[in-house]
């Protein structure tokens, strides 16, 4: 599990979209088994381009961690987050960065076993009690989710709930539905105010569009201002 670092008061803001992420990849032409998760997680690197100097990104996404066998039949959350670091060094094409973006994501995927708290261990980070180490934005993305669950004689409901604070500064959270994509960015309330996530929210729905109209443009002249 990760610390609890952040202290702020966590707000969420959702937004939906249309377009299912399935249609922005057969917008791309499907090209090099490019996976689903890996699109919005070079959008968002995309929309980071706003600051010009920044050219080495992390962002955290969770993993199930279940690959064992002995696994299978516990009853127990064993996500595991995983960090994924982002070179954008001389401005790369899109579908450049979205290679490498699948190329990190695989390469995390096969150590997902490896505990987070034995990785920052390992790496040593220079400590900050406000924030988590390594990264401070999670992403993670869901195909359709069956939330019915079916047992004899019992009735179950799904229900939210809600944290006294937040673990990241963002985490942003997609779901893949039959009938578009929905979005929940949660946001630490001490870091970011609304204003700025709804301008995030719309820079990341203009960079999505602009990638599928031309997935070959460079990161840094990428639409994501409204025109």
Known sequence: SIAHAASGRPVSHKAFWATRLNHVYGGMGGQRAVSFPD?????????STEAPNQTDLIIGTPASNRVRQELDGLIGVFINPLVLRVDMIGNPKFRALLQQVQRVTLE???HQAFPFELLVQELKPVRDESRNPLFQVLFEIESSLDNHLDLP?????LRPHDLPGTQFDLTVSLL?????????????SDVFDSGFVQNM?????????SVVANPD???????ILSK
Do not use: C, K, W
Request: aromatic share 8%; no cysteine.
């Open 201 to 209: 929210v719309e820079h990341f729905s203009l960079l999505l569009e």
């Open 153 to 157: 004689g019992l009735t179950s409901v």
């Open 176 to 188: 893949d539905q039959a009938n578009g994509m929905e979005g929940v960015f949660e946001y630490n």
């Open 108 to 110: 995390a995927y096969e």
């Open 217 to 223: 443009q460079r990161i840094g002249t990428l639409a």
């Open 39 to 47: 699109i919005p997680s070079t959008s968002n690197n995309g929309d």
